[in-house]
T-cell receptor, first 113, second 113 residues
């Protein structure tokens, strides 16, 4: 099992550009999440999904969009990138959202200049 | 408003010393998790505590959930260089918002050989 995979590992964007961060999991988990981690700030939830076709906003959704067409994939779209979106982005998945473990991908380090 | 306060933010100790990391809140959580994150990687779950007053041990690591389920601590006995990393606590709220984990800002631990 590869677990949770994310691409790309690093990316530099210019202000106003768009991009999609890819996330895939092979554990057949229904629940998937996108977080951003800023230095000294912990992880903030951007969007989450409870299954294919179902997504909802987390704590910091502005400037982002998601889709979930399959159980495996949960891409995060950045439209009109801004310097405030410079961060490390983590995708995670879990079997349920109660006490179960969230499995994290290795992250994508994004810089917007 | 930071819902989960972790302290200390940074900790540098000698190999063999003991340490305690704290995670405090004014809110009640249905469960609390501790994750460890190494540079360039995603967080990895160490433990989940669910019951007020619960104590769990993982080799040299002891986790405690407060009686009122508002706080938690992580105690490491005889720290090793391999314990170096960022320790994150994450609480799951009760009621509305229970779908998401709230992360603390983390404690960055360095164990010097």
């Amino acid at each position: 099992n590869a677990g949770v995979t994310q691409t790309p590992k690093f990316r530099i964007l210019k202000i106003g550009q768009s991009m999609t961060l890819q996330c895939a999991q092979d554990m057949n988990h229904n629940y998937m999440y996108w977080y951003r981690q800023d230095p000294g700030m912990g992880l903030k939830l951007i969007y989450y999904s409870v299954g294919a076709g179902i997504t909802d906003k987390g704590e910091v959704p502005n400037g982002y969009n998601v889709s979930r067409s399959t159980t495996e994939d949960f891409p995060l779209r950045l439209e009109l990138a801004a310097p405030s979106q410079t961060s490390v982005y983590f995708c995670a998945s879990s079997y349920s959202f109660r006490e179960s473990e969230q499995y994290f991908g290795p992250g994508t380090r994004l810089t917007v200049t | 408003t930071q819902l989960l306060e972790q302290s200390p933010q940074f900790l540098s100790i000698q190999e063999g010393e003991n340490l305690t990391v704290y995670c405090n809140s004014s809110s009640v959580f249905s469960s609390l998790q501790w994750y460890r994150q190494e540079p360039g990687e995603g967080p990895v779950l160490l433990v989940t505590v669910v019951t007020g007053g619960e104590v769990k041990k993982l080799k040299r690591l002891t986790f405690q959930f407060g009686d009122a389920r508002k706080d938690s601590s992580l105690h490491i006995t005889a720290a090793q260089p391999g314990d170096t990393g960022l320790y994150l606590c994450a609480g799951r709220r009760t009621g509305a918002g229970s779908y998401q984990l709230t992360f603390g800002k983390g404690t960055k631990l360095s164990v010097i050989p």
